[in-house]
């Protein structure tokens, strides 16, 4: 039986995308990309998507439509039948999924920061109320770990590195005060899979946000 083929639908950016792509990848499974470059194009496919939930991003597997960042990964673990990758028993799970609050508080923040011209004065501020605290706990959380989690990747991984990722862009000495951090993420980037895409075109090519944001990242 033939796989079923996979389109990961987005707009032509980074965002909420990434995560799931460097998944994909990690997983070794073969897909494509539907880079949407206006609301009107997005608007003609939307009406037609098989699904309840119709949102950016999607992912069609087959005749699956499925919506919802979480969502996307969690089926693509279990249809690549890799569920270690949710932790190695039920501690590591309930971990990860505390670890999966926190990146989440701290992505809208950021989120929020990035999309609001008013605040970006005040980016030293920023960083000292709402970033530094919570990266000192995931640094302290991250002491003597490979993964954020422990010795194996965790799903969880992928949405820390992302979060991370764009903290650096912003700041590139965002971690010098948080050394287990830039552990993980070294260990992280070290992962062949996750190496060679980073080292590709479709991710250099590839900008955090569109053009039109009022955040310009100079790193």
């Known amino acids: 039986m033939a796989e079923a083929s996979i389109t990961l639908g987005y707009w032509g950016i980074q965002g909420l995308a990434e995560p799931i792509v460097k998944l994909l990848e990690y997983l070794g499974l073969k897909y494509q990309i539907k880079a949407y470059t206006s609301p009107e194009e997005w608007a003609a496919d939307k009406a037609a998507l ?10 069609k597997v087959g005749d699956k439509t499925l919506t919802e960042s979480e969502a996307i990964a969690y089926f693509l673990v279990f249809h690549a039948n890799r569920t270690d990758l949710f932790g190695a028993n039920n501690d590591e799970r309930v971990q990860a999924t505390a670890v999966r609050g926190v990146i989440s508080d701290l992505s809208r923040d950021v989120s929020g920061f990035l999309w609001d011209a008013s605040k970006h004065a005040e980016q030293a501020k920023f960083f000292e109320e709402k970033v530094n605290p919570r990266l ?35 700041d590139p000495k965002v971690l010098d005060n948080y050394p287990n951090l830039q552990n993980i993420i070294n260990n992280f980037n070290a992962i062949p899979q996750i190496n060679a895409y980073h080292a590709s075109d479709a991710f250099k090519s590839k900008p955090i946000l569109p053009p039109f944001a009022p955040y310009k990242f100079s790193a």
């Open 136 to 170: 000192a706990r995931l640094n302290a959380f991250a002491a003597g770990k490979k993964h954020i989690i422990g010795d194996n990747l965790n799903l969880v991984d992928f949405a820390l590195f992302h979060a991370l990722y764009i903290l650096g862009k912003m």
């Open 50 to 59: 098989n699904t309840p939930f119709p949102n950016l991003p999607y992912l």
